[in-house]
């Protein structure tokens, strides 16, 4: 059986509910610029125009041959996009720039320590520095079209270089975020069975400079014994002499890209000829169960929908400077930092760090020098922004059109300082709610078209047709009523299949509303969503939160079944379970409840040790606001674990009634711990 969706025992249950229902409305100056003003687009892309309306998007690029159909349904839901046509993404991300703005910058790169230079990379340097690095993995590194590259990187210039460059061998890369331990990454070396793993020597991050290879010599080990050998590990120098000096290569396996690359200076590598269904990238993202699963996005139809969203959702244009401050490790960074910015030949900044070091005005601060007028970030940032800064913004010159907001949903007070205070009053803003398994975004306002509405993600995007459905199957029609919310149709940026396991990409976002397994009909197939919403008399949805088991931290996605799974590595653990708690910043963070065995005592050293367990096995985001050693894990008579009522003791909540529990007692102890606490 695949991944249930239970709404009962979820995060539904503890989403914030707000009521307002204020418009605002964008400028006469900001609709005279804007990409898309023609009301007729809805209707365009109404389901009766369906699939044919989305060559309107495929036409925003440039194609070697174009498709033999639109939309291929005969392996449903494993859907084929704009079959049969052929295309490379890193040539409409470069080359088709070239004859008119070779010299424009294509990224900004702020590093960390303000005495460092900015990298002004122009669409000509970014160029040559693909093509270079693109022979070094074709003639050095033996890659080919189809294999498969884990790409451990933190935020820098090199990592979408390495990403073009795999694009432009046909090479599906995986970007692990920079942040994930040596483990998670070994993970997602195994799955995707990559041989070649990209890695950087060091970073810096508020303040510190952080060796990252020493990740790359654990994750390669952990993957030999996983039965993955990786014969070469290619490490980006930005510190040489200084982080690295103390993680030695290993000889034949490691090596400098500094150094290798020096053989390519002046290669140039003819972009290969990719089927539109081939697939770009797996990016890995947290379930219900322990293990992360690898989202497949196709070349032509994802490449498509993400270069049509950053058009008209985002509204860049060639001219536009653009920041959006996510980590390219995550989709946010895919879609909107690398591939929709680059395709429509925008000037996409890049950071390194994080915004509220050296202060709260750094921010602000880039924004004025390089001059950007479109801001992409999330709640959980805008909220740590406004904690420490609140009149920062204020002091710098910086003028934004348009801004945008993803990954969680947004409480109206943050939405109105980020309106006045950070867009001064003058900017839009786009809430977009979606997913890594979306490619693009699902619900969102078209900026000059639809009134923005503070705590709703708006209505479909032009394609997109949501639906609420009860746990029945039926639609909630009524307003202000929660239920599941899922997409009528497929769109060219969903995602093709789990990599490797088919089977469970039915199981998780298909099988609990098709009626027919069989059906090659795309109308049987309604994607679900995971996430609970509702949908107001104006057709504007807003998201409530996960109804499955993961926890959204920061913005940021972690299966809590991942968590507990990290936890019971600790041999003393008998039991875990986590739950997630409501935090004024990062929106959500993960509690963690653990009965050890019989005979181990509880102390302040076994709590450390099981948070360490799972710094090291995922990542410090995953870190537990708090290990509760309890007694005893509150349980049905049928033995289960009712993360429900610790779910309510975390959040200081009603546990309802629990005498029908088989160990009640057990819910007062537990209640009073973290009472006192
Ligand atoms: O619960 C929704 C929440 O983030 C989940 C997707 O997480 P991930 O795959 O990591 O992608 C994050 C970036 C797109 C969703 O299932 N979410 C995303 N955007 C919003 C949101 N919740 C409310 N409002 C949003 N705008």
Known sequence: MGEKQVMETTEAQIAVHWQEEDYYYPSSKFIGQANLTDPDIYDRFSLDNFPDCFTEYAELLTWYKYWDEVLDTSDAPCFKWFRGGQINASYNCIDRHLKKNKNKTAIHFVPELEEERVDHITYQELYVRVNEFAALLRDFAGLKRGDRVTIHMPMSAELPITMLACARLGVIHSVVFGGFSASACADRIVDSNSRVLISMDAYYRAGNLLNHKVNADEAVAIAAKDGQVVDKVLVWQRYPGKASSDTPMVDGRDYFVNDVVKKYYGARVEPEKMLSEDPLFLMYTSGTTGKPKGAQHS?????????????????IHPKDVYWCMADIGWITGHSFIVYGPLALCASTVIYEGVPTYPDAGRSWRIAQDLDVNIFHTAPTAIRALRKIGPDEPAKYTYHFKHMTTVGEPIEPEVWKWYESAVGKGEAIIVDTWW??????????????????????????????????????????????????????????????????????????????????????????????????????????????????????????????????????VVQEVAEAAVVPVAHEIKGKEPDLYIALKPGVEATDEIAKKISDAICEQIGKIAKPRKVWLVPDMPKTRSGKIMRRVLGAISNKGDVGNVMTLANPEVVETIKNMVDKS
Not at 300 to 308: F, I, M, N, P, S
């Open 435 to 568: 997913q890594t398994e979306t490619g693009g975004f699902l619900c969102s306002t078209v900026p000059a078209l639809k009134p923005m509405k503070p705590g709703s993600a708006g209505p479909g995007v032009p394609g997109i047709h949501p639906i609420i459905l009860d746990d029945n199957g039926d639609e909630v029609t009524q307003p202000g009523i929660a239920g599941n919310i899922c997409i009528q149709n497929p769109w060219p940026g969903q995602m093709q299949t789990i990599w490797g396991d088919r089977q469970r990409f039915v199981d998780t976002y298909f099988a609990r509303y098709c009626k027919n397994p069989e059906s090659k009909d795309w109308r049987d197939w309604p994607y679900v969503a995971g996430d609970a919403a509702t949908r107001s008399q104006d057709g504007y949805y807003r998201i409530l939160g996960r109804i499955d088991d993961v926890i959204n931290v920061s913005g940021h996605r972690l299966g809590t079944k991942e968590i507990e799974s990290a936890a019971l």
């Open 299 to 315: 070349t032509g139809g994802y490449l498509a929908y993400v270069t049509a969203m950053s058009k008209y959702i985002q509204d």
